[in-house]
């Protein structure tokens, strides 16, 4: 038995409560996401600052609020627990010295899908699913798919055609059937959920399961811990479905009820691409939902999600944090990988890079003050991207 806590879920629109340890997608009542709760006085008797000396240097470092409750159906690649960079080069270019980059390039097949993979597989195999099932645009398939083959469970991915060769191949090697889809990621899920209710394969689609996100907000627990329990003032983070911010907003939270934090908050800002922008307009028009976003194009694949199922809880945290929302172009984030990558080491994805560029216009805008601690997200490797600067 792990040390989980794991009490309950608890739909993020409606309130509804289910009992925890049974497959589900979506709120029955509602079809908006799931969120994992927990009993956080009993995991802080023993999540406690002094108990992280001996804890594996993975995201199962916080198992007391991670859902897997038994030892063998917690899979491993060696996921989370990224190292968080301080970036003093490329913080004196741009006039910002407390600039530092959460490396996400360096988690199992190259970019921080692996963290959310890793607890939906592990949380799907623990709970009886046979087969899993992924709509994918770029990371979060071949994250699947590596940790489905750690177990064996046979991996269904549709992609849309235009989908880069990389990511096809990937899937492919760790065992997947591959399936192209003449279409969007939206039209990917369509396909993905007909296979669901034919052949009863388990939709790992992200929010459409709860523990993706709760691989995800890991990333803030880390943060945290890597900057002596003390969050930064700004949290810039490439925003496609959204699982991310909306996680680590979640973590936040749970670590003011432990007692690791206090109420202080990171402005969290939403990055996103100017082809591709359903969250900054729903910001900008100050609305609970996002729109469909008509013809998303750009060459940050994390990024080319034009409806997200849990976009009022990506706009709350924004809002609530007293952050903001901003597109930067496709070119930007190609010609900013290279300021990033000759300033630091880090070979970005395009999603890296464009954290990057709106922090630039952010510091110009005043948005941003000088003195400030500010964390990039470098979601992915720059390597599986190669293509785009060839
Ligand atoms: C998926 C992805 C994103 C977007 O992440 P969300 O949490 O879904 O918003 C950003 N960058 C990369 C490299 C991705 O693969």
Redesign the pocket.
């Known amino acids: 038995m792990t040390r989980s806590t794991l009490t309950h879920l608890e739909c993020g629109m409606c309130g509804t409560t289910y009992p925890p340890h049974q497959l589900m997608n979506l709120c029955p009542a509602c079809a908006r996401p799931l969120l994992a709760r927990y009993d956080l006085q009993r995991a802080a008797q023993t999540l406690t600052k002094a108990s992280f000396a001996g804890r594996p240097a993975t995201l199962w470092r916080y198992e007391e609020v991670l859902p897997v409750q038994s030892d063998a159906a917690m899979l491993s690649l060696g996921e989370g627990w990224t190292p968080l960079k301080h970036a003093p080069r490329l913080g004196e270019r741009i006039g910002c010295a407390n600039t530092y980059i959460k490396d996400e390039s360096l988690n199992p097949t190259g970019?921080?899908?692996a963290r959310g993979l890793c607890l939906a597989v592990s949380r799907a195999y623990e709970l009886g699913a046979r087969e899993l099932a992924i709509p994918s645009a770029?990371?979060?398939a071949g994250a699947m798919c590596a940790y489905a083959a750690v177990v064996g469970l046979p991996s269904h991915v549709f992609m849309p055609v235009d989908v880069p060769k990389t990511f096809q191949v990937e899937c492919k090697v760790l065992g997947a059937e591959v399936t192209l889809v003449n279409g969007l990621i939206n039209d990917c899920g369509a396909r993905v959920r007909e296979g669901a209710a034919e052949f009863g394969w388990f939709d790992c689609s992200?929010l459409r399961e709860p523990y993706r996100i709760e691989g995800?907000k890991t990333m803030g627990y880390e943060l945290a811990e890597q900057l002596g329990w003390k969050l930064p003032d700004v949290i810039i983070y490439?925003?496609?479905?959204?699982?991310?911010?909306i996680g680590m907003w979640k973590a936040f939270d749970e670590m003011e009820q432990m007692g690791l934090i206090g109420s202080e908050r990171p402005r969290m800002v939403s990055v996103q691409s100017t082809g591709c922008a359903p969250i900054v307009r729903a910001f900008e028009e100050n609305t609970e939902h996002a729109e469909l976003w008509q013809g998303a194009k750009t060459v940050a694949?994390?990024?080319r999600?034009p409806v997200a199922v849990g976009d009022f809880l990506i706009l709350r945290a924004i809002r609530e944090s007293g952050g903001t929302a901003l597109a930067v172009e496709d070119s930007e984030m190609l010609e900013y990988a290279g300021v990033m990558g000759s300033l630091t080491g880090i070979f970005p994805?395009p999603?890296g890079a464009a954290c990057l560029a709106a922090q630039i216009r952010l510091l110009k805008d005043g948005w941003i003050k000088p003195d400030e601690t500010v964390v990039l997200f470098n979601?992915?490797t720059g390597l599986k991207y190669a293509h785009l600067w060839q």
């Open positions: 970019s921080f899908k770029g990371n979060a992200t995800k490439p925003t496609g479905g959204g699982t991310g911010l694949d994390g990024l999600v994805a999603e979601t992915g």
